[in-house]
């Protein structure tokens, strides 16, 4: 059976190797023209994440941006031509998500998988790096194949379009709208960066299946999850034309209404609270249920092997993390800095509150807490950061600190799932009270930003906390029944296919040497 | 000939040895193991789980010594393993048959 498997994925992957280049061929001329017609069309060719809100803080700066793109473009050709002239990306926003991009990748791996792979047992710490590293590299994969096209690819309500298959089209001097009319970067590293936010979410959830799930199992769940959960979710929350072609009410109801669903609900998620870590978040917990506890657990000691190592994890996800949320802004400028610091701050504050709480609680205050708290502060103010004033993060990131700590004691018992490492304690839960507390701090009376109007330019005057908040808490819902409808049936269908555990005796033995055939560590 | 057989506290190992030493005993062989006796476990707390750890870790060393030193041996490790604390460990003496210098073939008490 595995071996069947691995001979059709082999073959899978080489039919559409070979076909790629052919049909990137047949329909190039065609992409071409639509995305050079960016301009002309008065439609930003590609669409980043944001609302009307999250550009509220992008406008003061737009100013002096666009003003900084046209004075480089001008030297080259005479006012007339300008008009008429591909918008030219400005290098600091490149270079910022180039680096943004690398920052991402770093806090994956080796990030995440250290800060996993210290939680399990010695005898599975390569199943935990392998499975990291082997679903990150098969995604990023996918991704340029069709997961940008759907996920960024087009209008459409919950899935993009096919036209950009294979990156049909896109060139070095294609470009992707940001948050400010008359901002763009190249399209090329948006399509990167927000590839490895694609190929982080899934890598989340193997927390929560870690310890017993058949290798072959974890990269077709991940295959699956990713093209039907992620995919449709990303382009729900984030999908819109950008900000450029919106002028008055009716250019703005055109641009709503070819949003994505979430986005158009005017949900506010600045770097994937929902996308990320609610979508996560539940598809482990699902997992967790549906795979069934461990061998011996609640009997046996199951303690990390190696705090060290987690440690280690926790910190590169913390530095990576300032590329995930501050590069989320996609241009370098005053809300890409407030973004910064609230990442900074709020990850603080959260790391103080669990530390604190389980002191308290438990008497004494571990090291695991801390990293535990880190990672709860960064969830919980991911969604926040581009909205909410530095003393808003403060409250959210030591609210995530205890709630958290909550989620993988009385919750976690509560639940009664073996949700090995936590995903939903910490990014389900962490996700979803980051979400809905956006909605309270992003209120300009609480030091946030508020929702900015691409018609007037200018922040709406009028913010209800309550009206948002509902807002938020239909996106978390969205979230939540898609995510666990779809991960109920991809883990079933892994099931008949494939089958989701080792055996008992593998399971026993460890999945580095039954799955993988090879140890961590040697005496 | 007699074989000892001490269970110490692993951080009393280098004073142990001194001693050894200092009283004419010419080698030991040293152990990590784990064990459980009247010293109680601890508890570790890893985020909602809670595990009790009855197995501490502990240092057996063997040393095989003429029956002349038996008594000497023992004072030694008795004298310089103590904390006075529970969990010090215990000291055991085995008859030894035969000794056997792999080496250079000498047997009985010339191998030790």
Known sequence: ?523 | MKLITAIIKPFKLDEVREALSTIGVQGITVTEVKGFGRQKGHTELYRGAEYVVDFLPKVKLEAAVSEDLVERVIEAIEASARTGKIGDGKIFVFDLEQVVRIRTGETGQDAL
């Open chain 1, 1 to 523: 059976m595995k071996r069947t498997f691995s001979t059709l994925l082999l073959a899978a992957v080489l039919g559409l190797g070979a076909w790629l280049p052919a049909a990137a061929q047949d329909k190039a001329p065609a992409t071409l023209s639509t995305t050079v017609a960016t301009t002309a069309s008065g439609t930003p060719l590609v669409m980043a994440q944001a609302d009307d809100a999250k550009s509220a803080e992008a406008k003061p700066t737009a100013a002096p941006d666009s003003a900084t793109v046209k004075a480089e473009a001008a030297p080259d050709a005479p006012a007339a031509d300008a008009a008429a002239a591909p918008p030219v990306p400005n290098k600091g926003d490149t270079a910022w998500m180039i680096v943004a991009t690398v920052l991402v990748i770093l806090m994956t791996i080796p990030g995440l998988a250290l800060f996993y792979g210290g939680l399990v047992r010695a005898k599975n710490m390569l199943s935990i790096l392998m499975q990291t590293m082997m679903i990150f590299a098969v995604v990023t994969v996918l991704w340029v194949i069709y997961g940008y096209p759907l996920a960024f690819g087009g209008d459409g309500m919950f899935y993009g379009t096919l036209d950009k298959l294979f990156l049909k089209g896109i060139t070095p001097d294609s470009v992707a709208a940001t948050f400010s009319k008359g901002v763009y970067i190249p399209e090329l590293i948006f399509v990167a960066f927000q590839c490895t936010f694609a190929a982080i979410t899934p890598i989340l959830i193997i927390g929560a299946f870690a310890e017993r799930i058949k290798f072959s199992a974890a990269l077709l769940f991940c295959v699956l999850w990713f093209t039907f959960s992620y995919l449709p979710i990303a382009h729900m929350v984030w999908y819109w034309a950008g900000p450029d072609a919106i002028t008055d009410a009716a250019t703005l109801e055109a641009v709503t209404a070819n949003a994505g669903y979430l986005w158009a609900k005017g949900a506010l998620d600045f770097a994937g609270g929902t996308v990320v870590h609610i979508n996560a978040g539940v598809a482990g917990l699902v997992g967790a249920f549906m795979l069934g506890k461990r061998l011996g657990y609640g009997r046996e000691a199951m303690a990390p092997h190696s705090l060290a190592f987690t440690m280690i994890g926790a910190s590169l996800l913390w530095v990576g993390w300032f590329g995930f949320n501050v590069g989320s802004n996609l241009e370098a400028n005053g809300v890409a800095a407030l973004a910064f610091v609230n990442t900074f701050v709020a990850t603080a504050a959260a790391t103080v509150a669990w530390s604190f709480a389980e002191w308290m609680s438990k008497g004494k205050p571990s090291m695991l807490g801390a990293a535990s708290g880190a990672v709860a502060g960064l969830v919980a103010i991911t969604p926040a950061c581009g909205f909410v004033g530095p003393m808003g993060a403060i409250v959210i990131g030591l609210l995530a600190g205890v709630v958290c700590l909550w989620g993988v004691n009385g919750l976690k018992r509560l639940l009664g799932a073996d949700d090995s490492l936590d995903v939903f304690g910490v990014h389900g839960l962490g996700g979803i009270l980051g979400a809905l507390l956006t909605g309270v701090f992003a209120s300009p009376s609480l030091g946030g930003t508020g929702v900015f109007n691409y018609v007037t330019n200018a922040v709406s005057p009028d913010y209800v906390i309550l009206d948002q908040v509902w807002i938020q808490a239909q996106a978390v819902g969205t979230t939540i029944i898609w995510s666990g409808v779809v991960s109920v049936i991809a883990y079933k269908l892994v099931d008949v296919v494939v089958g989701l555990r080792v055996s008992e005796d593998e399971e026993r033995e460890g999945l580095d040497i039954s799955s993988h055939g090879e140890s961590a560590y040697h005496s």
